[in-house]
């Protein structure tokens, strides 16, 4: 029997990209849902990564996505939810529409996605199967500019246990919440010299320490209902 793929959501870039990437070079076959299409895709699929597209803004894009899904898969090992959309709060009239679209990808999707695919996890043929749910350290703290992206954060932290409750013990829960791990494109020096000072351990670390984390997650039979700080120890300073 082949072994069952591992879904990163929002893979096609970035932390997702990296990890799907290393995944792969470990031997486990991966599936990603990507929302735009682009050219770097196709460096994924000649590694013969399966590429999804999904837009989990809409409860229809999300059920439409599970059910594609479930045509490209009998089983899972893992889900790794990732996507997520960095966006600052409005001020203006887009404030209400912000907050459902961070609440879908952050929050509805991960839930929809654990309740219907957990057939698929359920019939996968290893003794551990996982949920990763990513978060992020802003939980802890609320933001001032990105307040529906923290709140949406903290409601996935929540399903984390939830979840570990629910599919216990054929099923393993937890979450990872990074803060500082790569800059955006745009950022600047300026920006990530003030970043690298909000951590004690004053650094961007870039993606390896994400996947170190998801490993471990992935290696132990006995962690569930557990959120794995990697944050550099923001909570010193
Ligand atoms: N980068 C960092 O330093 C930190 C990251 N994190 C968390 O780690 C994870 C990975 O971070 P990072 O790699 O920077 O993430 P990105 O900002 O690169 O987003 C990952 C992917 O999410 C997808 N996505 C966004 N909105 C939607 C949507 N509505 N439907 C479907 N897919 C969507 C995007 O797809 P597409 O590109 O195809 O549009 C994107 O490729 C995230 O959950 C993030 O919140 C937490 C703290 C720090
Ligand atoms: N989906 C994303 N979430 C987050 C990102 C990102 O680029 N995409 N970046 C951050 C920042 O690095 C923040 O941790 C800096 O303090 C947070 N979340």
């Known amino acids: 029997m082949s072994a069952s793929p591992i879904l990163i959501t929002g893979g096609a870039q970035r932390l997702g990209r990296h990890c799907a990437e290393r995944l792969v070079e470990d031997g486990h076959p991966v599936i990603i849902s990507y929302r735009r299409e682009r050219p770097e895709l196709a460096a994924l699929r000649e ?3 399966v590429t999804l597209q ?3 803004a809409t409860e229809a894009g ?3 996505f599970i059910s594609r899904l479930k045509s490209a898969t009998p089983s899972l090992r893992a889900i790794v939810h990732n ?3 960095w966006a600052p709060d409005s001020a203006d009239e887009q404030a209400g529409a912000t907050f459902e679209r961070l609440f879908r990808v952050h929050m509805q999707a991960p839930y929809l996605i654990n309740l219907h695919c ?3 996890l359920e ?3 290893e003794p551990q199967r996982d949920i990763v749910h990513v978060t992020d350290y802003v939980v802890q703290k609320g933001s001032r500019k990105h307040a529906a ?3 949406t954060k903290a409601g996935l932290e929540s399903l984390t246990l939830s979840f570990a409750a629910m599919l216990a013990p054929t099923v393993q829960v937890n979450a990872i919440a990074p803060a500082l791990i790569m800059l955006g494109e745009g950022d600047g020096e300026a920006y990530a010299e003030q970043a690298r000072a909000k951590s004690a351990m004053g650094m961007v670390p870039g993606p390896g320490v994400i996947y170190q984390s998801l490993r471990y997650l992935l290696d132990n039979r006995y962690v569930t209902g557990i959120t794995l700080p990697v944050d550099g120890g ?3 300073r």
């Open 54 to 56: 999904a837009d989990f």
């Open 118 to 120: 957990r057939d698929l």
């Open 83 to 85: 996507a997520s959309d």
């Open 149 to 151: 992206y923290a709140a």
């Open 123 to 125: 019939a996968c043929g």
């Open 234 to 236: 923001r909570h010193l």
């Open 62 to 64: 999300i059920l439409d």
């Open 47 to 49: 590694r013969g990564i």
